[in-house]
Nanobody, 122 residues
Framework: QVQLVESGGGLVQAGGSLRLSCAAS????????MAWFRQAPGKEREFVGG????????FYADSVKGRFTISRDNAKNTVYLQMNSLNPEDTAIYYC???????????????WGQGTQVTVSS
């Protein structure tokens, strides 16, 4: 049984940082394209960024490029999202997801975590 468990969310002031973790079981993160999505209140879920199975390449949404960094620890079978220079527009539930191809399309993802709340106060 595959499980993706996000953690690390919380309340932070604008300009601050958080690091989210996505611990996987039942799959090996180094064999999937691992991505982060987010859903803000009243908005559709959107792609934040992803990391390829080789970890050689990362992709980011324009809104987070230069502020967010995705990384992976194969030994811990965990993917991270380092978020810096946070602003209130980053407030959302953040989800981890796994796909067998490089994609931003939600429908192409095989597995999803339950999400972790990130709230950025002004």
């Amino acid at each position: 049984q595959v499980q993706l468990v996000e953690s690390g969310g919380g309340l932070v002031q604008a300009g601050g940082s958080l690091r989210l973790s996505c611990a996987a079981s039942g799959l090996t993160v180094s064999t999937y394209y691992m991505a982060w999505f987010r859903q803000a209140p009243g908005k559709e879920r959107e792609f934040v960024g992803g990391i390829t199975w080789s970890a050689d390449t990362t992709f980011y949404a324009d809104s987070v490029k230069g502020r967010f960094t995705i990384s992976r620890d194969n030994a811990k079978n965990t993917v991270y999202l380092q978020m810096n220079s946070l602003n209130p527009e980053d407030t959302a539930i953040y989800y981890c997801a796994a796909a067998r191809l490089i994609t931003r399309s939600e429908s192409s993802y095989d597995y999803w975590g339950q999400g972790t709340q990130v709230t950025v106060s002004s």
